[in-house]
């Protein structure tokens, strides 16, 4: 690339040196509490076994998983101080090129914690009891519950998106929105799949039509619409404002998802663990499907990052060639 | 390796899907950006130039 005298390029090692010692240290942190959760929920689960009391019933029991929350919390206000200080408004944050940065800086660091999170949730997953009424195949809800979650969540973040597109004009929120859809719906086919899967042997059956059920393919039929719509308009400007309006008339199905079950007589049961009054799940069966939870909402994290960045270097691709279009030259063959 | 109970196809089929959609999903995820690198790369080495590519090196 060109510009030995542009100040930028001696500006980014010292941006690195910034981030790269925080980020290690961040990674060192979230090892140590990923394994000491795993090692103390196998000592919890073999204490149950044993005599019936796991110890968990104390908050000290907990630290290690309020030090992941305290970890995941931290990567944000770690990435979003050092970028404050970095530039002079955080605003900046932003804008797609100090993005590609940050998301480069953070991806492969926030890729190993996923994958060690989502290990150590399927270990926790195998090591649970079974439920006193469902046996073994409340298994299925360590998969099940956190991807419904992240149905609704993945959603949600689309429509803020959207909202931010149409109301500001900014493209990053665009690409945001974009990146989102398809995540978002291979999330809720993996939510319909699962909750088939678990109520055949629960319910008798894999399908009924009850308000929770029927809401959430909803959802996934709005995730569709919204992908075929952004195909179907050749102008991305279009395409984006159209797709924006339409997760925003669609965001009213997320309360209705999540108050189905209190509003309508529905075979799906009620909230269980985010709810008024705690969760009323054991906690040996509560901690892996929160580990899970975490596991997954990271993974839509890095999957979503590294989607925008995805995007954004394909709409780099297409200014450029519309630039060279434009100015004349072998546009065709490009 | 694990006594899952009658239910057990119900459960392995329950994570085998889980397996399959998410290593979709990271497989387009990584594909994706590098896909649009190389067409990046392409588009530079044949002189192809951004608006903003003096400002932001």
């Known amino acids: ?154 959603y949600t973040l689309t429509a803020i998106s959207s909202a931010g597109y149409l109301i500001w004009r900014h493209p990053l929120a665009d690409v945001s929105a974009k990146a989102a859809v398809p995540i978002g719906a291979t999330f809720t086919l993996l939510a319909l799949l699962t909750g088939s899967l678990w109520g055949k042997p629960m319910w008798g059956a894999y399908w009924v ?78 901690i892996p499907l929160l580990v899970m939870a975490f596991a997954f909402t990271l993974l839509f994290v890095a999957l979503h990052m590294k989607a925008m960045r995805a995007e954004i270097l394909r709409r780099r691709c297409e200014a450029m060639i519309a630039i060279h279009v434009r100015g004349g030259g072998e546009a065709a063959n490009v | 390796m694990f006594d899952l109970g009658p239910n057990a196809g119900f459960i392995w089929i329950s994570y085998g899907a889980a397996v399959l959609l998410i290593g979709g999903l990271i497989v387009w995820a990584w594909a994706g950006e590098r896909e649009q690198q190389q067409r990046l790369a392409g588009l530079e080495r044949r002189g192809l130039r951004r608006r903003s590519s003096q400002q932001e090196l």
Not at chain 1, 217 to 222: A, G, K, R, Y
């Open chain 1, 1 to 154: 690339m060109s510009g030995l005298s542009e100040p930028q390029t001696v500006r980014a090692p010292a941006e690195d040196t910034m981030f790269g010692p925080a980020l290690r240290g961040w990674l060192a942190f979230m090892v140590l509490a990923i394994g000491w959760s795993v090692s103390r929920y196998y000592v919890g689960v073999a204490n149950l076994e044993a005599n019936g009391n796991p110890g968990w019933d104390t908050w000290l029991w907990w630290v290690p998983e309020i030090m992941v929350v305290v970890g995941i919390l931290g990567l944000f206000i770690l990435v979003v101080s050092l970028e404050a200080g970095n530039h002079s408004r955080i605003a900046n944050l932003a804008n797609p090129t100090p993005f590609m940065r940050m998301s480069g800086e953070i991806l492969p660091r926030l890729a190993l914690v996923t994958a060690l999170l989502i290990a150590a949730g399927l270990a926790m997953s195998f090591r649970a009891p079974p439920d006193d009424l469902q046996g073994q195949a409340a298994r299925i809800m360590f998969i099940h519950v956190p991807a419904a979650w992240l149905s609704m969540a993945c």
């Open chain 1, 209 to 286: 039509w009850d308000a929770r059920l029927t809401s959430v393919l909803i959802l996934f039929f709005l995730y569709l619409g919204l992908i075929a719509l952004r195909q179907a308009i050749d102008d991305p400007g279009r395409a984006g404002r159209a797709a924006a309006i339409l997760s925003l008339l669609g965001a009213v199905n997320i309360p209705i998802i999540k108050f189905s079950v209190n509003w309508w007589n529905t075979l799906h049961q009620p909230a269980s663990v985010i709810r008024a009054g705690g969760p009323t799940i054991h906690p040996a069966l509560l």
